[in-house]
Every structure is written in C-alpha cells, then in structure tokens.
C-alpha cells in the first residue's frame, strides 16, 4: 500500500495543459468513454418555508443544506428552483374558507391538496435558505406563480399547460444528465423527476439529499417507487462523492 501511494503520480494534475478542456471532456464522457453532455442539479425549493420554523416545514429540510452545498462542485450546471406563489394562491386552504389545510379538493380535472400559505413571493419564507450557497447557482426557476393553478414540477404546472422554459433552457445548455436534491420527494422532487423523464433526460435522484413531508404514512417510499418505475436512477451522496469523473470535475474548480 505505502510502494503503491509512493508511486502515484500526483503531479500529474498540474501538468497538464488547457485544464478546464481537459476536464470538461472527461466529464462529459460515461465510464466507457462515450459522451454523454452535461450534468445538471436541480436543487428543489430548499427554501425557508420548508425548513425549520417555516410555514410549511418539511421534517428534516434543513438537514439537506449542506448537501446541496456539498454536491455543488460535482455538478457542470446548477438549477434552483423557488416555490413562488402569489398570496392569493389557490393551493393556500386559508383561500378556500370553510377549508382546512391537509384536505384534498378537486378543482377541474385536478386533485389540489390545501396548504398552509407558504412561499408567497418576496417574503422572508420564499427566499432560499440562508445556509444553501448561490453563488454557483446558474438559472433560477420560479414556478407556481399563476394563482389559478399549483406547480409542484421543475417544468411544467400540475396541468402540463405551461412549461417554466427549464427543458429548453437544459437543452441549450447540452444537459443529458439531469440529478434532483431537495424538497419535498413526495411533491416537487418526485413530479419535477418524472417531468424531467419525460422530457427525455437521464434522471437521477439523489435519495439522501431528499425530505418528504409524508402526510399520509407510505408517502415517501410510493413517491421513491413511483420515480424508479418511471426510469430514474437513486442514488445517493456518496456515490456522487466517490465517482471519478466527479472528483475530476470538483478538481477544477
Ligand atoms: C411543495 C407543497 C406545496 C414542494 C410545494 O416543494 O414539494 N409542496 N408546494
Ligand atoms: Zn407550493
């Protein structure tokens, strides 16, 4: 082990010439070396809302900060997304009188579960968590700004009526490889992975850097079931962490 570690060539790194061309291409290429375009996270709602003293607090939303921090440097393109609603949003019960928050009411075609205001835009709870790091972050979403409809999806409203311009924006970007973190897995981390398939990305879903609000027990685990019948991979931090071409990538920056 210690002839081994006394072998490497260590200088190796700094030698090389054009470094940022030759990490992005390695980057780009899958373990047999095909290419594969770029990796984008899409960091979901990680908002303060949904964490600790927030309106709408999500169990364990804050625990998910640091790994989105974390899981940054891995990545070619950083997506946040921002859950930003106006105050008379019909997703809030407090607009439905006579309804309570955690009730389900049909409206059109859709099944609308009540919330608790939550996310109204330019207010305290709508921003993003202090403790996540913006400073790589290099397209943010809004979504479930029309009052008439919920979004829970990265891409679409819950009637697949208006796209956010995410999918377009990935494309002219060459993201194939598209990896979800955040909250919640039982809403905007599951409908934004299977809008993602859809569309034709490569879609991995970062299990451990998820919460879910679990308003029915069984929650979670059938949003998790559901996403890897659709197609997309789980997988979790530390397999980002200890992949290669990753740490390639964190290598230059
Ligand atoms: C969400 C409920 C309501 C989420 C957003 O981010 O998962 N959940 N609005
Ligand atoms: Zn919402």
């Keep these: ?29 899958d373990e047999g070396g095909a290419m594969t375009g770029k990796k984008a996270l899409i960091m979901v709602d990680l908002q303060n809302d949904f964490c600790m003293g927030g309106n709408l607090a999500v169990p364990g939303g804050d625990e998910v900060i640091p790994l989105a921090n974390q899981l940054q440097p891995y990545f070619d393109l950083i997506i946040a997304t921002q859950d930003w609603h106006p105050h008379d949003h019909m997703s809030f019960a407090a607009n439905h009188p006579g309804r309570a928050v955690g009730e389900v009411i049909q409206v059109e075609e859709l ?48 009637a697949h009526l208006r796209s956010t311009g995410l999918s377009d924006y990935l494309r002219d970007e060459q993201v194939n490889d598209v990896y979800i ?14 809008d993602a398939v859809h569309e034709g990305f490569k879609v991995t879903v970062i299990q451990d850097a998820c919460r879910g609000v679990e308003l029915s027990q069984g929650d979670v685990r059938a949003a998790l079931a559901a996403m890897r019948d659709a197609g997309v991979t789980l997988v979790a931090c530390a397999d980002i962490f200890n992949s290669s071409t990753a740490r390639i990538s964190k290598a230059s920056r």
């Design 1 to 29: 082990m210690g002839a081994r570690q006394y072998m490497q060539p260590y200088h190796v790194e700094v030698d090389i010439p054009h470094e940022p061309l030759y990490f992005v291409a390695i980057n780009q290429c």
């Design 111 to 158: 099944v609308q579960v009540l919330w608790p205001v939550h996310c109204v835009q330019d207010t305290k709870g709508a921003e993003f968590h202090p403790g996540l790091d913006l400073h790589r972050v290099n397209k943010i979403i809004h979504k479930g700004v029309n009052k008439h409809i919920d979004s829970y999806s990265a891409f679409f409203d819950n």
């Design 181 to 194: 973190m955040g909250l919640a897995t039982d809403y905007c981390v599951k409908y934004s992975s299977l």
